[in-house]
Each structure stands twice: as structure tokens, then as C-alpha cells.
């Protein structure tokens, strides 16, 4: 049939009509929901931008739409990068199709409570329209460049970051946190975003709140900082990974611990002062030492009001005046500071204590009680011992000198100063046997008796005792015997009586030999 172009003007409009009678169809909305589109005010209207998806897939956007997005064709463009885009102003648009419920039309505000754009979806089985209406004055399109890299940056950060709605739903959130998901055995079916952290909807705003989590099998436990931002229909949520820090407070709870139980099993008391001066550490021992009441120092008194207890309580020495006092005091805290603080306390009581103070880190003072009384009362009878051995020793009428295993003159008898006309223990230096030897040969005649004596006082083998005979420079005879002494010491004993009256010192000796034995 010939086709005339008669024909052709009068088919064209009937083509034109049929196609416009097509996109009314698809664009326009359902008689049920025209009253609510009708409620959008005409400014908005005016600005719409519609987008038309099918299955998940735009199939349709009019031009004001291409360029919200800056596209240059509709190809390619699925529900889910579309719906992350809007996401970061309208934290409430479902992240799949078919996600409004039983109600077609549903309208979604921006993040914003100052930006009046919103979102409409209307849905009519695997059609969608989504429909923006945005403000003339407001920002024309959120996917310029600068808000492209930004929504990279935030989807990159190392740490999770996700939205949620005024419900509790989360409806975006960053691959840091899909990542967490997978880790706990809940990936993202890509339908609804899990939610692994439990939150309360009444969450302090800018406050981070620690929150523990778990994997499906409750092996092990992530610690996470949250800090949630509220805005008026949604919540931003940034969790931090607090799982270092968690683990440095448990160890230090457990050391912390362990110092206390070592700190109760000591003998000596122990009080630790922090830098503002106030007790912060104090063991049982302590108590006993101090007998002041655990009421009183689990108070956390500070340092003055501590040694104030104890000058009260008559637990160390009683000061003469006050003011002199609390200087010292204050000098002692100085000292402690330096570690240079030691003193020793012997109480009314007459119980001995050593104070002692150490500096802490982070400017702490220690300072430790130690009760040497049995220390000090051995002392006191052994240096009691020694005078009284050393009585002995100058009632003698016989020259006695006592050496060590090394050879050094232990001490010696007031008849042996008389005799060598020496003081040996008023000399700083130490005095040894070859200083004594020396010193015996210039006030005796030539002998070898003195090699005999030096040999049997060093020798490290058993020794037998041994006598020699000498004289002295004016001719008195002079007897040396020298007998050894549990310990390696060795005690040379000089007797100057005649040679006539020997035979009747010896009993004398033997007795000597005996005690040295």
C-alpha cells in the first residue's frame, strides 16, 4: 500500500498521543496515593528529580535526575549504589527494592533537620519510582567531586561507621563494619545490615561507650569504643577498636594484684603516697607496726596528717618543739624525693624501727617501716661480747694478738701495746701480720724464728701449734707461740718471763692451748 502524505500527517499525531498515553501511565501516580503526593509544596515540585527502577535496575530518569547524579546515560545503575548515594542525606532510604512495607508510598527525610528535602517511593510490584524533591536553594547535587571523595573516604576508614534510624535499623554502613560482620559469622545478605553491636536507643550523645562483642562461637570477645551522634530521625555510630586497650588494663589489674598479694606476705610496712601526698598503697604490715587503725588509713590521710597519727600514737620519736616539727617534715618529704631519706627510730617502747623513703614514678613517695629491734639487740650483745672479751683479754699479764685467715690484726691486748710499745687499732690503715712481723724484728735480735711464725699463720693446711724462742733488744727472752683458732684466725700469745721459770708456765699454756682449742 503507498504510503501518500496525506496518510503520514495523519498518523503522526495518533503515534504521538499513543506514546504519551504510555509514559503517563508509567510516571503518574496511583489514584491512592495522589493525595499524599499532593501534600509536597510546589517548590519542590518544581525541582523533582524521578528515577524509575525495575528488579533493582533503573530503567527510566528524567534529566533533572541525570544530573543530580551526574550521569550521562542510565546504564548500569542498580538499586544498591543508588541507594548508598542517597544514603549520606537520607539515612532512612531502604538499601534494596521492595524494602517499604505493606504502605506503596513512603516518604524518607534528609539527615539534616534543616534541609526539607525528602525522598518518595512508590512502588507498583517490580516498579519503583523515586521521586527527589529538593529546594531551589538548596545544594543542587550531593555527587559533585569534592562529596564523591568524601563518601570514598568515610566507606575506607579502617574502623567501622554506620547509620541507623530513629527505630534502631541501620540503613548504611561502611565496609570496615560489613567486614566485622563477615568476621562474626553474620555477613550481609544484602537485604537488612546486622546488627552485631548492642546499643541502647537511649545512647549519650559525643560519649563513647565500650561494648563487647562476640563471634557466633563465644571464643572470643572484640572491645570496641562507640560513640553514637544523635540528629532528630537518625543516629551516627563510629566504633574504635579498644581490644589493645582493654587487654593493658586487665594486665595491669592482674600486676596491680600480684603487688598486693606480694605486699601483704612483707614483714615490712609499706605506705605509698601519690604525688598530691595522699595515701594511695598501704600493706597489712603496716597496721602492726604502726598500730594505727585501717579505718584511718584506707581514708587516704596525706602525709602530714599520717606522721601526725604516728607522732600521736607515740609510733616515733617525740619531737621538741611543733613548728621544728613540720619542718622537718617538709625536709623529709624533700629527701625521700632524692631517695636520700634514712633514719632510725628507737621508740619509748624500745622497739627500733628504720624509715626509709624512695621515690616513685610519676612523683610517688614510698616510705618503709622495718622493726630491727632483734637487729639491733644482736648488735648491741655482740659488740657487748667483744668488750667484754677484750676485758679479758687486758686482765692478762701476757701479750696477746689475734690475726684473721687473711692476715689482718684482729685485735690485740693492752700487755701487747705495753710490750711492743705499739697501738695497732689507732691506725686508719689496716695493720697486717707483715706490719706486725716488721715491727717485731727491729725490736729483737736477728733470728729466723719470725719466717717460722709467718709460715704457720698463712698456711691454708691444717696447722699444729708451734713456740720460738726470741729476744728482745735489751736482751729479755722473749717466748712466741702461736696457736691456731676455729675459722682460720690464729692467736700469738709472747710470754717474757726467764727461761728459769718456763718449766712452771706451762701449765699455763697447755690451758691456753686448751681455749684455743
Not at 82 to 96: D, N, V
Not at 146 to 169: E, F, K, L, Q
Not at 274 to 299: H, K, M, V, W, Y
Not at 341 to 354: H, N
Request: proline share 6%; glycine share 4%.
Amino acid at each position: 500500500m503507498d504510503i501518500t502524505p496525506l496518510s503520514i500527517i495523519l498518523v503522526t499525531p495518533l503515534c504521538v498521543a499513543v506514546i504519551t498515553a504510555i509514559f503517563w501511565f508509567a510516571l503518574k501516580p496511583s489514584p491512592s496515593n495522589s493525595a499524599a503526593l499532593a501534600l509536597t509544596h510546589k517548590s519542590l515540585d518544581a525541582h523533582r528529580k524521578v528515577f524509575l527502577f525495575e528488579n533493582g535496575v533503573l530503567i527510566d530518569a528524567n534529566l533533572h535526575a541525570l544530573k543530580y547524579l551526574n550521569l550521562a546515560n542510565i546504564d548500569a545503575v542498580e538499586w544498591s549504589a543508588f541507594a548508598a548515594t542517597l544514603a549520606q542525606r537520607f539515612p532512612s532510604f531502604p538499601t534494596s527494592q521492595g524494602h517499604t512495607g505493606q504502605d506503596k508510598l513512603h516518604t524518607h527525610a534528609a539527615l539534616d533537620p534543616d534541609d526539607a528535602a525528602i525522598a518518595v517511593l512508590e512502588e507498583w510490584g517490580d516498579i519503583c519510582r523515586v521521586s527527589l524533591h529538593i529546594p531551589a536553594d538548596t545544594s543542587p547535587a550531593p555527587q559533585t567531586e569534592d562529596m564523591t571523595a568524601n563518601n570514598r573516604a568515610v566507606s575506607a576508614v579502617p574502623y567501622p561507621i554506620w547509620h541507623s534510624d530513629h527505630t534502631g535499623t541501620i540503613v548504611w554502613a561502611n565496609v570496615a563494619y560489613l567486614s566485622l560482620c563477615e568476621k562474626l559469622g553474620k555477613p550481609w545478605d544484602g537485604a537488612d545490615i546486622p546488627d552485631i553491636f548492642d546499643l541502647k536507643s537511649e545512647a549519650p550523645d559525643n560519649i563513647a561507650v565500650r561494648c563487647a562483642i562476640s563471634d557466633h562461637t563465644k571464643d572470643h570477645c572484640y572491645w570496641y569504643d562507640v560513640t553514637t551522634v544523635n540528629s532528630a530521625q537518625t543516629r551516627m555510630h563510629y566504633a574504635t577498636d579498644a581490644n589493645a586497650i582493654v587487654n593493658a588494663e586487665i594486665a595491669q589489674r592482674n600486676f596491680v594484684q600480684t603487688l598486693t598479694k606480694t605486699f601483704a606476705q612483707l614483714s615490712i610496712g609499706l605506705a605509698i603516697f601519690d604525688r598530691n601526698r595522699q595515701l594511695a598503697l598501704f600493706n597489712p604490715a603496716l597496721i602492726d607496726l604502726t598500730s594505727l587503725q585501717a579505718e584511718f588509713l584506707s581514708g587516704r590521710p596525706n602525709l602530714m596528717a599520717f606522721f601526725d597519727r604516728l607522732r600521736e600514737n607515740r609510733m616515733m620519736p617525740e619531737p621538741k618543739n611543733y613548728a621544728s616539727w613540720r619542718e622537718h617534715l617538709a625536709e623529709l618529704v624533700v629527701a625521700a624525693s632524692d631517695d636520700r631519706y634514712s633514719e632510725t627510730w628507737t621508740l619509748p617502747s624500745g622497739v627500733t624501727y628504720r624509715v626509709s623513703g624512695r621515690p616513685h614514678p610519676d612523683g610517688a613517695i614510698a616510705f618503709l617501716f622495718e622493726d630491727i629491734s632483734a637487729e639491733i639487740s644482736l648488735t648491741r650483745r655482740f659488740r657487748a661480747e667483744l668488750e667484754l672479751g677484750q676485758s679479758v683479754l687486758d686482765a692478762l699479764d701476757r701479750a696477746v694478738a689475734v690475726f684473721s685467715p687473711a692476715g689482718s690484726l684482729i685485735f690485740c691486748s693492752l700487755a701487747y701495746q705495753e710490750l711492743w710499745r705499739s697501738d695497732p687499732e689507732t691506725t686508719f690503715a689496716e695493720y697486717t701480720l707483715r706490719d706486725a712481723i716488721q715491727h717485731w724484728r727491729q725490736m729483737c735480735a736477728e733470728t729466723q724464728a719470725w719466717g717460722d711464725i709467718r709460715q704457720n699463720i698463712l698456711d691454708l693446711n691444717a696447722r699444729t701449734p708451734i713456740i720460738r724462742h726470741v729476744s728482745l733488744t735489751d736482751g729479755t727472752p722473749v717466748d712466741v707461740r702461736v696457736l691456731p683458732l676455729n675459722g682460720g684466725a690464729t692467736v700469738v700469745i709472747f710470754d717474757t718471763q726467764t727461761a728459769d721459770t718456763r718449766t712452771l708456765a706451762q701449765p699455763p699454756l697447755q690451758l691456753e692451748e686448751n681455749i684455743a682449742d
